[in-house]
């Protein structure tokens, strides 16, 4: 852990000689690539270490071909996951009206399918999270700004 801290205030102070608005540039292109990989991921339907999900369950009511689109489908698309990112932080994050819905399938919790319906625990399927590609992806656009 002290290793990490080392290293964030080395990078910290790499990262302050750069111009505010090279600083925003550069995490505004970070925050999109790994928007990308997350969407990516969702696409798949894999958590951010690469293991699968969960498939949906079947019940009577289910029928084979009956569901015509992947898990979370639109929740992957732009209007959804946004990328911001100013001179200090980058950011991807769901909107908060679906973050709730988000919440609740990220870590497994229990929620009612409606109103008055009956209380189901969902299984756990990380949606967002980073993984050794992100964490290659933000060290490469880093040391690509501080070579220019």
């Not at 080395?10 to 990262?15: D, H, S, Y």
Request: aromatic share 6%; proline share 4%; glycine share 4%.
């Amino acid at each position: 852990m002290a290793e990490l801290h080392e290293v964030e205030e080395w990078l910290g102070a790499l990262l302050s000689q750069l111009e505010p608005a090279m600083r925003t540039k550069m995490l505004r292109e970070v925050a999109r690539d790994v928007r990308r990989i997350q969407q990516n991921n969702i696409t798949l339907q894999r958590s951010p270490d690469g293991t699968a999900w969960e498939p949906r369950r079947v019940t009577a009511r289910t029928k084979p071909g009956r569901i015509r689109r992947k898990m979370f489908a639109k929740l992957k698309t732009a209007k959804y996951l946004k990328a911001q990112a100013n001179a200090n932080v980058a950011e991807v994050a769901f909107v908060p009206s679906v973050q709730k819905l988000v919440r609740v399938h990220h870590y497994g919790l229990r929620d009612r399918i409606n109103r008055r319906g009956t209380e189901v625990k969902y299984a756990e399927r990380p949606l967002l999270g980073f993984n050794n590609q992100a964490v290659d992806l933000i060290r490469k656009k880093i040391l690509e700004y501080l070579a220019k």
